[in-house]
């Protein structure tokens, strides 16, 4: 062992003359430890916010959209078959999008109506669970009243609706709702809304507080029926091979399809919300910091304590031969030790809660009777963590960083000593 280090861990373990000292190393170590737990639980946060929110937006979401300048697609199987052929393309299916209100009995609330292609449909997106009834009944002949209702089992067309949206109306499964459409249908009288009695056919809950409270889903032939579509459809959902190559992808169908189609990725339609959650990552990055800043200023302060002690230590190491760049050594070890310590106990710590913090987050729920995370208010249900060892390395690498900045100044001080000040009048 160096002697170097040998003196650092001698001084870290010897008993101080000054109390305070030994308070101040043990701040610091805290301060370190703190930090780093703090950076780790909550980047980790972070990452689970955006991984969990990225992967419901795009399961109940298409990766591209393709659609055509000025209104409707009529020629969609056509479309379907040029764009099947772009590489990187996994699947596709026509949709219609619109909005609408659904009653039932006194209550009312707005809607976004989604038609569904029940032949391909799912294979470009998820509905997550479905809790009630099943995605069949929305096919006349498929569905399965179970002895319910069988007066309306052939002619009224089935719906499938979000869990909170059933749950605000007060609706259960095959119950009659009915859609009022925004576009109403011209009679002598003037005009009037166009309504249609659907029967609640499924219950689905994507784990999305904003798309379980507005969605509802009915068959595309359904919908261009009622919409008055013809054959016409929105557009095109595309499912690709790798999310983050939709861009490319995009661009690729659009130049193969030419005017006036255009696509757009997920990337584009949810840019802000995912642009918002990087910056947050980055301030509370850096907010975090700080913490073991404050730990790094206790570091400076306690060497310089320990310098002032050990003066005739310093001389007499000196005098026995010792380099500036030796003494140096010994208090640079000193305050590294220090940051090791508290950057281990802390990246430990940090991963222990980061691991288990769903756990954690349910059992404060069951103790304390309150939901961290209200699913009217947040977009999210529970408390997801998922830990990168990239951000890891990069927070423990910073750590020692500035541990290591922060011995510097002392150890300098310390090399810079005169001996025969020191031991003048000894």
């Not at 904003?210 to 919908?223: F, G, Q």
């Not at 990087?278 to 790094?296: C, P, T």
Request: proline share 3%.
């Amino acid at each position: 062992m160096p002697y170097e280090l040998f003196t650092s861990l001698r001084y870290l373990r010897a008993r101080r003359k000054q109390v305070f000292v030994s308070i101040i190393t043990f701040i610091s170590i805290a301060g370190i430890f703190l930090g780093v737990a703090a950076l780790i639980i909550v980047i980790a946060v972070m990452n689970g916010f955006e991984t969990d929110l990225r992967s419901k937006i795009l399961g109940i979401n298409s990766h591209v959209i393709v659609m055509e300048y000025g209104g409707g697609m009529q020629n969609h199987a056509a479309v379907m078959k040029e764009v099947a052929q772009v590489k990187g393309v996994v699947a596709a299916t026509p949709f219609i999008y619109s909005q609408a209100m659904l009653k039932s009995g006194s209550s009312v609330t707005g809607i976004v109506l989604r038609g569904l292609s029940l032949e391909d449909g799912l294979k470009v997106i998820n509905l997550g669970k479905i809790r009630e009834g099943s995605l069949a009944g929305l096919k006349e002949g498929k569905r399965d009243l179970s002895g319910r209702r069988p007066d309306l089992a052939a002619a009224t067309p089935g719906i499938v609706i979000g869990r909170e949206l059933a749950k605000n109306l007060g609706v259960f499964l095959f119950d009659t709702v009915h859609i009022v459409s925004p576009t109403g249908i011209a009679t002598p009288m003037g005009m009037v809304p166009r309504m249609k009695p659907f029967i609640v056919v499924g219950i689905f809950e994507s784990g999305f507080y904003e798309y379980d409270s507005t969605l509802a889903y009915i068959s595309l032939k359904t919908c261009q029926e009622f919409l008055n579509m013809g054959e016409g459809v929105t557009g095109l959902e595309i499912r690709v091979d790798d999310i983050y190559q939709a861009d490319k992808i995009a661009k690729a169908i659009e130049k193969k399809l030419g005017y006036p189609y255009w696509g757009r990725n997920w990337m584009e339609m949810n840019k802000n919300l995912f642009s918002a959650l990087r910056l947050e990552k980055r301030v509370m990055f850096i907010i975090l910091s700080l913490i073991v800043l404050v730990a790094a200023f206790n570091i400076i302060s306690a060497l310089i304590m320990i310098v002032m002690e050990k003066n005739k230590d310093i001389a007499i190491l000196k005098t026995m031969g010792a380099t500036r760049v030796g003494i140096m050594k010994i208090f640079i070890f000193q305050g590294l030790v220090v940051g090791a310590i508290g950057t281990l106990t802390g990246t430990v710590a940090g991963l222990a809660v980061a691991f288990n913090l769903e756990r954690i987050s349910r059992f404060v729920e069951k103790l304390f009777g309150f939901k961290i995370l209200p699913g009217d208010v947040y977009y999210l249900s529970e408390l997801p963590s998922q830990v990168n060892f990239g951000d890891v390395g990069v927070i423990i690498a910073g750590t020692m960083l500035i541990c290591f900045l922060s011995t510097i100044y002392p150890s300098w001080r310390a090399s810079r000593l005169d001996p025969a000040e020191a031991l003048r009048y000894d």
